[in-house]
T-cell receptor
Framework: GAVVSQHPSWVICKSGTSVKIECRSL??????MFWYRQFPKQSLMLMAT?????????EQGVEKDKFLINHASLTLSTLTVTSAHPEDSSFYIC?????????????FGPGTRLTVL | AQSVTQLDSHVSVSEGTPVLLRCNYS??????LFWYVQHPNKGLQLLLK??????LVKGINGFEAEFKKSETSFHLTKPSAHMSDAAEYFC???????????FGSGTKLNVKP
C-alpha cells in the first residue's frame, strides 16, 4: 500500500511553454501533498505544501505564479511550470502525507525529470 | 527552526562490513526523524522513522537508527552491508505542525565487493 505515482516521468519542452505534472496517491487519500525540487547530486528542496481544497503554501523564494499548484481532490495534486526556461530544468518530486498526526509518513512519487530546451 | 546535517557526503564500505551513516539534527521541540533511501532512477523509500517512542528504531532491510537527544544525533546503522544497499540516503526532520520535511544533504553509500 501507500503508492504515489507521477506523470509524466520525463518531459522535454521548449522554452516559454508550460508543463503540467500530476501526482496521485493510488491507494489512500491525502489531504496534504508536497512538491520538491532536486538538482543533480543535491538534496530535495521543498517548494510548496499543497492542501486539498485550498491554496498552496509556498516556501520562501519559490515563485507562486511560475509554479502553479492545484490540489483538486484527495488523490490528485498538479504542478504546472508556466513559461518554462532552461533554469527550470530539474527533477520534480511529489509526496503525499498519509495521516494527519505529527510524525506521519510522507510517501514519495518516483519523480518527473523536466528538461527545458 | 529545524534542520539536519549529514556529516558525510560519501561513505564507502566493503560488502559484509558494518555501515554507519551519520546525522545530527537541530530542533526547538521534540522532533520526528526519518531516514529515506533513494536508488538511481527510483523514488524515495522510507527506511525507518522516530516519533518519540522507542529511541532505537528498527527499519527495513536490516537498518536501524538510534535517537540520542543528548548528542542530537540519529545515526543510521546496519551490521553487514549488501551490494544492494548502494544508494543515496537522506536524513529528514519534520516540523512540528505541518509535517513539512527538511532534508539533509544526503550521503552516497558505495559498497565494494
Amino acid at each position: 500500500g501507500a503508492v504515489v505515482s507521477q506523470h509524466p516521468s520525463w518531459v522535454i519542452c521548449k522554452s516559454g511553454t508550460s508543463v503540467k505534472i500530476e501526482c496521485r496517491s493510488l491507494d489512500f487519500q491525502a489531504t496534504t501533498m508536497f512538491w520538491y525540487r532536486q538538482f543533480p547530486k543535491q538534496s530535495l528542496m521543498l517548494m510548496a505544501t499543497s492542501n486539498e481544497g485550498s491554496k498552496a503554501t509556498y516556501e520562501q523564494g519559490v515563485e507562486k505564479d511560475k509554479f502553479l499548484i492545484n490540489h483538486a481532490s484527495l488523490t490528485l495534486s498538479t504542478l504546472t511550470v508556466t513559461s518554462a526556461h532552461p533554469e527550470d530544468s530539474s527533477f520534480y518530486i511529489c509526496s503525499a502525507l498519509r495521516g494527519a498526526l505529527r510524525g506521519d509518513t510522507q510517501y514519495f512519487g518516483p519523480g518527473t525529470r523536466l528538461t527545458v530546451l | 527552526a529545524q534542520s539536519v546535517t549529514q556529516l558525510d557526503s560519501h561513505v564507502s564500505v566493503s560488502e559484509g562490513t558494518p555501515v554507519l551513516l551519520r546525522c545530527n539534527y537541530s530542533s526547538s521541540y521534540s522532533p520526528s526523524l526519518f531516514w529515506y533511501v533513494q536508488h538511481p532512477n527510483k523514488g524515495l523509500q522510507l527506511l525507518l522513522k522516530y516519533t518519540s517512542a522507542a529511541t532505537l528504531v528498527k527499519g527495513i532491510n536490516g537498518f536501524e537508527a538510534e535517537f540520542k537527544k543528548s548528542e542530537t544525533s540519529f545515526h543510521l546503522t546496519k551490521p553487514s552491508a549488501h551490494m544492494s544497499d548502494a544508494a543515496e540516503y537522506f536524513c529528514v526532520v519534520s516540523d512540528e505542525n505541518f509535517n513539512k520535511f527538511y532534508f539533509g544533504s544526503g550521503t552516497k553509500l558505495n559498497v565494494k565487493p
